[in-house]
């Protein structure tokens, strides 16, 4: 089967607001993610697929058997490592793009900058310019010159606090059903993007579209006949892993590592069956029964004895994660 790669801009119209997994405490005050999650993005590739190629028609599948020789039988699976979504071949991670009169500039996520000092002394690893007491913003490196950005002074996004209001299935506020979400507004030039691999007679073009947690507009632009460009990495005497995607991993992976720098989010997501009687503009939300902890975009992993083949083999194992932009990796030399 032939196929195309292409690279997918998603612009907010207005601000946003994307869910993800909250927190076990997370039932007043809400905050959103900055970056959609690869299952959200997959979601969207799919729907917009059913949509252009006349296979969805007033939310109702038209033909059943069809949707599924396009975008497969259901949506991302955790624990399928072999799921495939027949003519998608794959997604890449999230990029942050920005566009600067024409000119358009990649980003990935990137380690912090006091990962650079880390030291070892009698056989323990130090970071001396790390500060515990400091809230440290995600950073962000361009692909092609390396230059680094992060959220300072709202560089990128800018948050907006609104109040939300829970309404019974009859459409009556409920009592002690306000909360607050922080909301997002990207700063002019700046977009999302990611790579999709699709079969050729597959239409799949530029569109408006509803995305989001909260079903924000957005502005969906598709270039095709592209190239992956990936500069950063160092590829020769490589030490360390950097995670430019939210990976899932075993819970064992750390003892692969002589030392980390790594956070952690929770994942889970939806998943819908396709069905002839589904409608989609009023489908039931089915979340994972199971909700898995993700090592977070930007950790940084140093492999036992600097040896990065068996690491990174492990990270890119979970196949099914990795088909759709999770578990993306670089390779870094960072002298210690």
């Given amino acids: 089967m032939n196929s195309k790669l292409l690279f997918v801009t998603l612009t907010p119209r207005q601000q946003f607001f994307f869910g993800g997994e909250q927190g076990t405490t997370a039932e007043y005050f809400l905050k959103g993610s900055f970056m959609p999650q690869q299952t959200a993005l997959l979601g969207l590739v799919r729907h917009q697929i059913?949509?252009?190629?006349?296979?969805?028609?007033?939310?109702?599948?038209?033909?059943?058997?069809?949707?599924?020789?396009?975008?497969?039988?259901?949506?991302?699976?955790?624990?399928?490592?072999?799921?495939?979504?027949?003519?998608?071949?794959g997604l890449s991670p999230c990029y942050l793009v920005y566009n600067e009169r024409g000119v358009?500039?990649?980003?990935?996520?990137?380690?912090?900058?006091?990962?650079?000092?880390?030291?070892?002394?009698?056989n323990h690893f130090v970071l001396p310019d790390h500060d515990p007491k400091t809230e440290y913003l995600d950073v962000w490196k361009c692909i092609s010159d390396g230059t680094t950005i992060c959220n300072?002074?709202?560089?990128?996004?800018?948050?907006?606090?609104?109040?939300?209001?829970?309404?019974?299935y009859s459409g009556k506020k409920e009592e002690k059903g306000y909360f607050k979400?922080?909301?997002?507004?990207?700063?002019?030039?700046?977009?999302?993007?990611?790579?999709?691999?699709?079969?050729?007679?597959?239409?799949?073009?530029?569109?408006?579209?509803?995305?989001?947690?909260?079903?924000?507009?957005?502005?969906?632009?598709?270039?095709?006949n592209q190239a992956i460009e990936e500069k950063f990495a160092d590829h020769e005497n490589a030490n360390a892993i950097l995670l430019t995607s939210d990976a899932y991993v075993s819970d064992t992976i750390l003892q692969l590592c002589d030392f980390a720098v790594t956070d952690t989010l929770p994942f889970r997501n939806i998943v819908t069956e396709l069905r002839a009687e589904n409608?989609?503009?009023?489908?039931?939300?089915?979340?994972?029964?199971?909700?898995?902890?993700?090592?977070?975009?930007?950790?940084?992993?140093?492999?036992?004895?600097?040896?990065?083949?068996?690491?990174?083999?492990?990270?890119?194992?979970?196949?099914?994660?990795?088909?759709?932009?999770?578990?993306?990796?670089?390779l870094l030399n960072i002298p210690y």
Wanted: glycine letters at 4%; charged letters at 25%; proline letters at 2%.
């Fill in 50 to 89: 059913l949509i252009q190629n006349k296979l969805l028609i007033n939310n109702k599948i038209v033909d059943v058997n069809s949707a599924v020789e396009y975008i497969g039988e259901s949506s991302f699976k955790w624990d399928q490592t072999d799921q495939t979504f027949s003519k998608i071949s």
């Fill in 104 to 122: 358009i500039k990649k980003y990935l996520p990137y380690h912090q900058k006091f990962v650079e000092s880390i030291q070892k002394v009698d």
């Fill in 152 to 168: 300072h002074n709202s560089y990128i996004y800018k948050e907006i606090e609104r109040t939300g209001n829970e309404k019974n």
């Fill in 181 to 224: 979400q922080i909301w997002l507004s990207l700063s002019k030039g700046f977009c999302f993007g990611f790579y999709v691999k699709i079969a050729e007679d597959v239409d799949f073009k530029n569109n408006e579209v509803i995305f989001g947690k909260e079903n924000s507009p957005f502005i969906m632009e598709v270039s095709e």
């Fill in 279 to 330: 409608n989609y503009s009023k489908l039931n939300d089915k979340k994972s029964k199971v909700r898995l902890q993700l090592l977070k975009r930007g950790s940084i992993l140093f492999p036992n004895s600097g040896n990065t083949t068996n690491l990174a083999e492990t990270i890119k194992s979970q196949k099914n994660f990795h088909n759709i932009g999770y578990n993306h990796i670089h």
